[in-house]
T-cell receptor, first 111, second 116 residues
Framework: ELKVEQNPLFLSMQEGKNYTIYCNYS?????LYWYRQDPGKSLESLFV?????AVKQEGRLMASLDTKARLSTLHITAAVHDLSATYFC???????????FGKGTLLTVNP | GAVVSQHPSWVICKSGTSVKIECRSL??????MFWYRQFPKQSLMLMAT?????????EQGVEKDKFLINHASLTLSTLTVTSAHPEDSSFYIC????????????FGQGTRLTVV
């Protein structure tokens, strides 16, 4: 059974600081996703990582994937208040894009 | 990205009634659709996977007679919560994948169900 562990679950940080969210998974997978969820809303796709060593960046967020270590990271650079949200990693398995989600990281960026 | 539309966005119903939630892929053919459930401040839990024209595959612990899933066309899947009870109140989210969008599944806007 695929298990996805995300940490930390809660992250409170000040604007301008950097931090990393970690996502570990238990079995081999060829797809790793990061999503953002705002309160009361559905998921917004941030990154799709499909190969070992993949690194993608969008604004203040950068995601990477190490399939050998079964680890993905989401790095936040110089955080701003607008980044406050819950971030989920999800691991894909099989050919139909079934996903197993981590528990999510509630990020609060304080002014 | 591809667009998945979910309707309604929110619904309030009385205990014992049934509620239908629709999930439509607007600009691609969704060969597979997924239904998730999310309780407040928790992660998404997969309820079932449906392939067009086939019976849905339910995850362990999900009552198939209570959560009826139909995927009769390549653009529409429905989730019907039958004989709803307050404990069924939750946020339900669908996602869809297809041949044209072959790296990920795209999510609908979600449906907030409140059973009173």
């Amino acid at each position: 059974e695929l298990k996805v562990e995300q940490n930390p679950l809660f992250l409170s940080m000040q604007e301008g600081k950097n931090y990393t969210i970690y996502c570990n998974y238990s079995t081999t997978s060829d797809r790793l996703y990061w999503y953002r969820q705002d309160p009361g809303k559905s998921l917004e796709s941030l990154f799709v990582l499909l190969s070992n060593g993949a690194v993608k960046q969008e604004g203040r967020l950068m995601a990477s994937l190490d399939t050998k270590a079964r680890l993905s990271t989401l790095h936040i650079t110089a955080a701003v208040h607008d980044l406050s949200a819950t971030y989920f990693c999800a691991v894909g398995g099989g050919s139909n894009y079934k996903l197993t989600f981590g528990k999510g990281t509630l990020l609060t960026v304080n002014p | 990205g591809a667009v998945v539309s979910q309707h309604p966005s929110w619904v309030i119903c009385k205990s014992g009634t049934s509620v239908k939630i629709e999930c439509r892929s607007l600009d691609f053919q969704a060969t597979t659709m997924f239904w998730y459930r999310q309780f407040p401040k928790q992660s998404l839990m997969l309820m079932a996977t449906s392939n067009e024209g086939s019976k849905a595959t339910y995850e362990q612990g999900v009552e198939k007679d209570k959560f009826l899933i139909n995927h009769a066309s390549l653009t529409l899947s429905t989730l019907t919560v039958t004989s709803a009870h307050p404990e069924d109140s939750s946020f339900y989210i669908c996602s869809a994948s297809g041949l044209r969008v072959n790296t990920e599944a795209f999510f609908g806007q979600g449906t907030r169900l409140t059973v009173v």
